[in-house]
């Protein structure tokens, strides 16, 4: 195993151990304790198909759990139930470069490149899976190589200034509100004529956070003009003090935001992150 894997599963022993205390506490986000209880619940959620197609969430369903916990869920289901195989699967943003997710089913042993700004500490190379550093705006990748694009929680942060947590490069550091867009143009050009691009992006009322940003109905409209797909589909979930519920966007059209770097935005509802998501299905 590479150092910083050894390194990595030690953090997760030492946060496991402290999980009593993180419940004791009250289950707030982000203390010691809240990884191993958002890991098990994702793996539960996935492994239990808690998200499926037009069918309301368990109830108390990921309080204070951020909207991991939702959208990996909801990204198996759309992969598992697709009338098509995988194929060449393109993650833009590096969001399912974790052990507990490239394990599972029909990640595992995928034909996989995994593409991001900047070099992580762990990686899974030995598994057999390719990394990629660079923009996802300007890619070297040949056209339509790709039968499925990912991009989970990635595009709120493209155009904005990733300096803060992905990269040292001041060139990142950008406050493009439409830098999405640039990139939603080279997904579609990478990917084959009938693949499939899943992506999600916390959704509400706009506002811009620096390093991320909060898709309103504008924008979302303008993500799927610019990628002019055959078919879409378009799913909401909300967070709420009882937990993630599946929502309409009328019901998630002023929804907010906790920047847990900040601090900005924090409520009394234990929200970890977005209090909205949007899940969108792009079909070439």
């Known amino acids: 195993m590479h150092i910083n894997g050894l390194l990595f599963r030690l953090k997760e022993l030492a946060d496991a151990t402290a999980s009593p205390l993180y419940l004791l506490r009250g289950r707030q986000p982000w203390s010691v304790g809240y990884y191993t209880m958002k890991k098990s619940c994702i793996e539960a959620a996935i492994d239990g198909s808690a998200v499926r197609t037009g069918q309301p969430l368990p109830d108390s369903f990921g309080i204070a759990i951020d909207e991991r916990v939702v959208e990996y869920p909801w990204l ?45 500490k762990r990686c899974y190379w030995y598994k057999g899976y390719s990394y990629v550093f660079g923009d996802f705006r300007k890619t070297r990748f040949q056209d ?16 904005l200034d990733n300096t803060i947590l992905y990269t040292n490069d001041p060139a ?8 999405f867009v640039d990139a939603i143009r080279e997904f579609k050009r990478i990917l084959a004529p009938g693949g499939r691009c899943l992506i999600t992006v916390p959704y509400g009322r706009y506002e811009n956070f620096d390093w991320f940003q909060i898709f ?32 309409s966007e009328m019901e998630v059209i002023d929804a907010t935001a906790f920047d847990p770097h900040s601090g900005r935005g924090r409520l009394n509802d234990r929200a970890a992150c977005a209090r909205a998501i949007s899940c969108v299905q792009l079909t070439a």
Do not use: C
């Open 172 to 179: 990142k550091s950008e406050a493009n509100k439409y830098g």
């Open 76 to 120: 198996f289901d759309r992969l598992r139930r697709g009338d098509r195989p995988l194929g060449r699967v393109l993650d833009a943003g590096s969001t399912l470069n974790h052990e507990f997710i490239l394990d599972r089913e029909p990640l595992r042993g995928a034909d996989l490149t995994i593409m991001t700004l900047a070099p992580e």
């Open 216 to 247: 309103d109905k504008e924008m979302i409209q303008t993500l799927i003009e610019t990628f002019s797909p055959a078919f879409f589909d378009l799913e909401f979930f909300q967070y709420g003090p009882a937990g993630w519920k599946r929502a």
């Open 144 to 159: 339509q190589v790709f039968d499925t694009i990912i991009s989970i929680s990635t595009l709120e942060h493209v155009g």
